[in-house]
């Protein structure tokens, strides 16, 4: 297979080294900003970021937290960072929970990640107090950002102290901490029905980082909105970045998130399928209330055709729709779920280059990506450096320095998952000469979303099922028909005859929906059910009573 | 005040996604065909008219029109 030529990185062990090493290298650099509510840019150097990792750690360390589990439930913030980097980097294990699951979810991701203290963003606060109240394990709940009652722990408390204590000279002894060791829990979507948390070791995410580096080469300003519990957020576009010494501009909000790219006028930028379709929707929406739809259209096409010929040179009009809707943006990293091609196509042609990622939480995540000059844009790109990928029976199966070590206290979904050393991906893909991978299917039963989320229907179906009315339950992904890989949830329901004897179709419909707008309350859009189906025959069933879901 | 706020959200969906036709029963996501994007960017748009804060779990209940008038008058929001 065809190698590539890398781009020159550092390579860290652990995550204390990390600190330790940026901090060096990059010292007054500007690491990390952020705008507030109100436009206003703040920011730190590396040496500012790294001093108060410093500050935190100590109170980590006087709190006995080296070598337990610390949640993080909270939206992108600086502070976020500071806690995820304190817990790693003194031999804690960060847990990083989704701050978008329903309370029920939060609690039982707290319990059995085994948290003793977790930071949570007042969003999640008292979700966490709760928890806490009724778990025997979860001593410390503190405030994440933000103003607190005086009663309430926060991260800027804690760095006063953690000043303090650095201040006295009383700093206790940093821990050895070896690269085998688990530094973060990350919950996926699984199979099953409850998220499964991979344990993922030092090496692994540090590794994988910077393998993400050596093969994609960035701008000096990064933008990321990406969410920091994801691995995809954390690996590729924080750990990455700094590593690299960058300026990382993030955001938490997606409401804020294109004023915010605005502001910060980056360079690169990582994101999922949902933004790019929304930029695009967005130039189109603009030529179309101005009038210049056919005239954007034919400018596009032209600018293909001098392409094909070689030349490169950028038209005047399209440079102005570019600088209009994606500011000084040259390279955007997409990954989290598929993106359609003509988008991408479409932003080269802007003069966007559009690089396509493929990873899964269990592989820290990144297994392969396309390379600034090496780019097929239907393709999820190479093989990094420290990781193997082999074709069985269709499957993708990676081995690797990124593997996780296993799903916490799941030693037979483990099992399940790993076929020796390999990690069976549950992707369908096939490898081309030049080394690309392509992406076709999927064996697991999971619905991707553009904004990269996935959703296992069988968590759905398992409270579907709790309704009275309902016999049997299909959770799927139904074409939404706006784009041809859009999708929106839809139940296909059975209804019990034994409980709607008597009722019309029309009244059993009624009742579901009702009912299950009540479910959908407590879920994020994304995981509500858009649309529902009423079957009048049950469904086929396999000898062990499950329901053959290809034939719903 | 609720046809001007209905007004007001024909607005501000508009500018944000094009779409213009819109009753109080109007479904976010079924009948415009929103997303989780676009529905942050109308409910951002509203935090700035209106200066509030609006968690994304409140957002998580507002399906139509009706249910995001219901939630300003919740908050005291009353006028336009």
Redesign the interface.
């Known amino acids: 297979m065809k190698k590539y030529p890398l781009y020159p990185i550092d390579y860290y062990m652990d995550f204390a080294g990390f600190i330790e090493g940026i901090r060096e290298k990059f010292g007054d650099k500007p690491a990390v900003s952020w705008f507030t509510r109100k436009q206003e840019e703040k920011g730190v150097s590396y040496r500012e970021m790294c001093g108060h990792v410093e500050a935190l750690r100590e109170v980590m360390r006087e709190m006995g937290l080296p070598g337990r589990h610390v949640a993080i439930i909270g939206e992108n913030c600086y502070e976020w960072l500071l806690v995820y980097f304190a817990a790693v980097s003194c031999g804690a294990v960060a847990v990083c929970i989704d701050?978008?699951q329903s309370e029920e979810t939060i609690r039982q991701m707290l319990d059995m990640s085994d948290a003793e203290a977790v930071f949570a963003s007042s969003?999640c606060l008292e979700i966490c107090q709760r928890a806490a109240e009724e778990s025997g394990r979860l001593k410390t709940v503190a405030l994440l950002n933000g103003k607190s009652a005086p009663d309430v722990p926060s991260v800027s408390r804690f760095l006063e102290k953690g000043e303090e204590i650095k201040r006295s000279g009383r700093s206790e002894k940093p821990e050895t901490i070896s690269p085998e060791q688990t530094a973060a829990i990350v919950f996926t979507s699984g199979t099953t029905s409850m998220s499964k948390p991979v344990m993922l070791s030092h090496e692994a995410l540090l590794t994988n980082a910077s393998d993400a580096d050596a093969c994609v080469l960035v701008g000096e300003r990064v933008f990321t909105g990406l969410p920091f519990y994801h691995t995809y957020g954390m690996t590729c576009s924080v750990l990455a970045m700094l590593i690299k010494g960058v300026h990382l501009y993030i955001n938490g909000?997606?409401?804020?998130?294109?004023?915010d790219m605005r502001l910060a006028r980056p360079h690169t930028m990582l994101t999922v399928p949902?933004?790019l379709e929304?930029i695009h929707?967005q130039i189109w929406?603009a030529a179309?209330?101005a009038g210049k739809t056919e005239g954007l259209r034919k400018l596009l096409r032209f600018q293909k055709i001098c392409r094909k010929f070689g030349i490169t040179k950028q038209n005047k009009i399209l440079a102005d729709v570019r600088e209009k809707s994606m500011g000084t943006l040259e390279l955007i990293i997409c990954g989290g779920a598929h993106m359609g091609k003509e988008i991408m196509e479409e932003f080269q042609l802007l003069g966007v280059t559009v690089l396509q990622g493929y990873g899964i939480t269990e592989c820290s995540p990144l297994v392969t990506v396309n390379r600034n000059c090496e780019n097929k844009l239907d393709s999820v790109g190479v093989l990094l450096p420290h990781c193997e990928v082999k074709i069985e029976d269709e499957e993708i199966l990676v081995r690797g320095k990124n593997i996780m070590s296993g799903y916490y206290r799941s030693p037979e979904l483990t099992a399940e998952a790993m076929s020796g050393e390999w990690f069976r991906t549950g992707d369908v893909g096939k490898i081309d000469k030049d080394g690309f991978l392509y992406i076709t299917g999927r064996k697991k039963n999971l619905v991707v979303f553009?904004?990269g989320k996935k959703v296992s229907p069988e968590k759905l179906e398992e409270k579907i099922k709790q309704i009275p009315l309902v016999k049997d339950v299909v959770v799927y992904g139904a074409a939404?028909g706006?784009s041809a890989d859009d999708v929106?949830l839809a139940a296909s329901v059975y209804p019990d005859p034994e409980r709607t004897g008597g009722m019309s179709s029309y009244e059993i419909l009624e009742e579901l929906q009702r009912e299950i707008?009540q479910i959908?309350?407590?879920?994020?859009?994304?995981q509500?059910i858009?649309?529902i189906n009423i079957r009048e025959q049950e469904f086929k069933k396999t000898a062990m009573q499950k329901i053959k879901r290809h034939l719903a | 005040m609720e046809d001007k706020i209905l007004e007001l959200i024909r607005k501000i969906i508009y500018r944000v996604?094009?779409k213009n036709t819109l009753t109080y029963d109007t479904d976010f996501?079924?009948d415009l065909?929103l997303?989780?994007?676009?529905?942050?960017?109308v409910?951002?748009a509203f935090?700035e008219y209106f200066d509030v804060e609006i968690?994304?779990?409140d957002?998580?209940?507002m399906?139509q029109v009706k249910d995001v008038i219901a939630y300003m008058e919740k908050k005291g929001i009353t006028e336009v």
């Open positions: 701050t978008e969003a909000n997606l409401r804020t998130v294109a004023r949902l933004l929304a929707n929406l179309e209330q553009k904004n939404s706006v929106k707008n959908n309350d407590s879920m994020p859009f994304y509500q858009q649309m | 996604t094009g996501v079924q065909g997303n989780s994007l676009d529905i942050m960017n409910v951002g935090e968690p994304n779990r957002v998580w209940q399906r």
